[in-house]
């Protein structure tokens, strides 16, 4: 089982839709959680961390389901330019072991249609 | 103020040549890391450098990659004796802290093509 999976997509939608992501870990020990932007041909950017009580940045919402192990991203009122791919990504710190790596799933692309 | 770079943008090299990627972090970040990417895969880990601490390399595939970081800033990746299997695009991430709110900053990536 992959550590961090994702439905590839493509989501196809209209402006102005409402649509969301889920992402599932498999390593209950995952401390930190984030999504990630990648548009085509570029790196990723951070798009927002992701809080245990659930956090929202303008029209995304990002949730956390600890119990479930999975992550879900919401983006509200769909723009053209939020077309990209988002990742989804999970932190397990082992400071004893002096882990301390992210885990990116493949992503989810994203395609917002006029 | 600057981004994280890197370079070359692109290399093409012949199977079985060295090759060696820079990456200049963030002035001021601590911590540096190394990814890679095939194409249409997720993002790889590959290594991870914190200040002074010991580097967490559990992610580099095979014995013929290494990294230094050279006084806490920049950092080379390189790739010896290298396969058709290693072309990806190499990407640099640097952040200010690790935790819950630590953001990576990536660079535009090394395009790898081993021919």
């Known amino acids: 089982r992959k550590e961090v999976e994702q439905d590839p997509g493509p989501f196809n939608v209209p402006e102005g839709a409402t649509v969301a992501f889920n992402c599932t870990y498999s390593n209950s020990a995952s401390q930190s959680f984030f999504w990630y932007r990648q548009d085509c041909r570029k790196e990723p950017k951070l798009l927002m961390s992701?809080?245990?009580s659930g956090n929202e940045d303008g029209r995304f919402t990002a949730q956390l389901n600890r119990a479930s192990q999975y992550i879900s991203l919401l983006i509200r009122d769909s723009k053209l330019s939020d077309s990209a791919t988002y990742l989804c990504?999970?932190?397990?710190?082992?400071?004893?072991?002096?882990?301390?790596?992210?885990?990116f799933g493949k992503g989810t692309k994203l395609s917002v249609i006029p | 103020g600057a981004g994280v770079s890197q370079s070359p943008s692109n290399k093409v090299t012949e199977k079985g040549k060295d090759v060696e990627l820079r990456c200049d972090p963030i002035?001021?970040?601590?911590?540096l890391y190394w990814y890679r990417q095939s194409l249409g895969q997720g993002l790889e880990f590959l290594i991870y450098f914190q200040g002074n601490s010991a580097p967490d390399k559990s992610g580099l595939p095979s014995d013929r990659f290494s990294a230094e970081r050279t006084g806490g800033s920049v950092s080379t990746l390189t790739i010896q004796r290298t396969q058709q299997e290693d072309s990806a695009v190499y990407l640099c991430?640097?952040?200010?802290?690790?935790?819950?709110?630590?953001?990576?900053?990536f660079g535009p990536g090394t395009r790898l093509l081993v021919l």
């Open positions: 990504v999970v932190r397990i710190i082992d400071s004893g072991a002096g882990s301390y790596q992210l885990t």
């Open positions: 002035s001021g970040h601590t911590a």
């Open positions: 992701v809080y245990s």
């Open positions: 991430a640097s952040s200010s802290k690790t935790g819950s709110r630590e953001t990576q900053y």
